[in-house]
């Protein structure tokens, strides 16, 4: 089973889990394998059935986007890690 490490604004959708375990050999089967367990997940990861553009996932550190995307190849013992992209802030207030 592959590693799924979960950003902390995607842990209350997995039970406060930090990192889980997902089956699969594929990008696509670890992230099924995934919503069966955990389905709130699929809102966040996929609301379309892609890959919102608003989250980034990696395979041993490697942007999916640059490999093979959602069949990027998924051992056992690889490490996905679910990273949602963070947007907004303040500006900087000059007086």
């Known amino acids: 089973m592959a590693t799924v490490r979960l950003a902390p604004v995607l842990r209350p959708s997995a ?3 930090k990192q889980v375990s997902a089956q699969g050999s594929t990008l696509t ?3 099924n394998d995934l919503y069966q367990h955990y389905p ?3 809102d966040q990861i996929q609301p379309s059935g892609e ?3 608003f989250i980034n996932i990696y395979v041993n550190d490697q942007d999916v986007r640059y490999l093979q995307g959602l069949e ?3 051992g056992a013992s690889d490490t ?3 990273l949602p992209a963070m947007a907004g802030g303040r500006g900087l ?3």
Do not use: F, N, Q
């Open 15 to 17: 039970g406060g889990s």
């Open 29 to 31: 089967e670890v992230l």
């Open 40 to 42: 709130a997940l699929k």
């Open 51 to 53: 890959l919102s553009r």
């Open 72 to 74: 990027t190849v998924v």
């Open 80 to 82: 996905v890690i679910l």
């Open 93 to 95: 207030v000059t007086k």
